[in-house]
């Protein structure tokens, strides 16, 4: 009869991963991560997407 307490049970560390991390896709392969919107196609949100970007100088 010991007076030690159980040791509590440690967490599990995590695993090395030596996967080729040019082969993952990031948010910049996509055409969200350069900003483009998800908004429907047509001819108004063409517009819609026209008038939001045009630069000042173009009023």
Do not use: N, Y
């Amino acid at each position: 009869m010991s007076s030690t307490p159980d040791p509590e049970p440690r967490a599990p560390r995590p695993a090395l991963v030596f996967d080729d991390p040019l082969d993952q896709q990031t948010s910049d392969d996509t055409d969200r991560g350069w900003g483009e919107r998800s908004e429907g196609s047509g001819s108004a949100a063409d517009l819609k997407r026209f008038l939001d970007e045009k630069p000042p100088h173009h009023l």
